[in-house]
DNA sequence: TAATAGTTTCAATAATTTCTGAATCTTGCT
DNA sequence: AGCAAGATTCAGAAATTATTGAAACTATTA
């Protein structure tokens, strides 16, 4: 029966992708609910991803709620239907960008304030104190303050484009 | 009292390190080492970590042993002393790096097998069947092959001449 | 080789995170 | 307003992950 390879396939990559996520701080409810959206030609009702994952409703409920304050996932409304659906976005690139820049707002951004701040804060000691560790904490913080500079400008550029400009930077086949 | 406050930036530096860790899949003792060790101008001793970090003995052991596999920290040997002494890659860029590498081998590579199975499997199926399916795997697919292409291209390049590369592209300031 | 400083291991426990399901809330239909 | 379909919330339970600490192990020195 054909369909239980399409079936074992969506298994095996939603189960994958739910490990992928724990390892990223993303939980395995969030990360499987996202990728059955991925793959789903349709928007899902809360109740149909309920049964696919045999999880429960409130599970559900609160993995989609993150998801959406991720800006991954949106909600569809059907002219005439009582239940909500969902959809995420389908767009590799976009999806990718999306997860960039909420980690980025959440990670990064916060890093680089606790850095200017120690930073700023051992800047009060005599120059001849804490030598090393200032250096290492400016290091870090220079590193962090051009990763973000540079993501801001990729993130300016059209994926499409993107693609191009690294294509010719690197010359890299297909 | 001056070292004070430098006590003060170390510990709010190894905390906000240690709660950045555990976003990501690190766990914060692992974290917290790092962070210690990062900003440390001398290597330090399994004990001296214990002390600063007010965790265990074995704890510490164990994390040492996740982040010398890691490969970002490394034990020293001091001539003529019995007791070990473990320091932390100090080059930003070089770190970054090293996470990045075990990362990709861990996660991204992993995942490209993945996505390649199922995306062969639906293969088999006859041409009509599962098309988004398929169209949405392969996407990922791809994507996730150019970024792991345009990685083994960045590392290729010296840290130096990747930064002047970028801010050739992008003209940033500074 | 025995004593000992130092390290590692791992079973038990603690802490944290995730999940469940019943109660509550919301919405829209009659 | 009353009813019912559907969604959300959240206290408690379950599962997972991190940490402790005592025993076992491994040099190194005398």
């Excluded at 996932?73 to 990718?96: A, C, Q």
């Amino acid at each position: 029966m054909v369909t239980n390879d399409l079936e074992s396939v969506k298994e095996n990559f939603i189960l994958h992708w739910g490990e992928m996520g724990s390892l990223w701080g993303i939980n395995r409810t969030m990360a499987q609910i996202h990728a059955l959206l991925f793959i789903s030609p349709e928007p899902l009702s809360a109740n149909a991803i309920m049964d696919e994952l045999k999880t429960s409703r409130g599970n559900v409920s609160m993995a989609l709620r993150e998801l959406i304050a991720w800006g991954i996932v949106s909600r569809v409304h059907k002219k005439g239907e009582r239940r909500e659906y969902y959809s995420t976005e389908k767009e590799v690139w976009v999806l990718f960008r999306m997860i960039a820049r909420e980690r980025k707002k959440r990670e990064v951004d916060p890093t680089i304030e606790v850095l200017r701040h120690n930073v700023a804060k051992l800047h009060t000691l005599p120059p001849t104190e804490a030598v090393y560790e200032r250096e290492q904490l400016e290091n870090l913080l220079e590193f962090f303050e051009t990763g973000s500079k540079v993501y801001e400008e990729l993130e300016a550029q059209a994926p499409t484009s993107l693609l191009k400009l690294l294509g010719q930077m690197f010359r890299f086949r297909s």
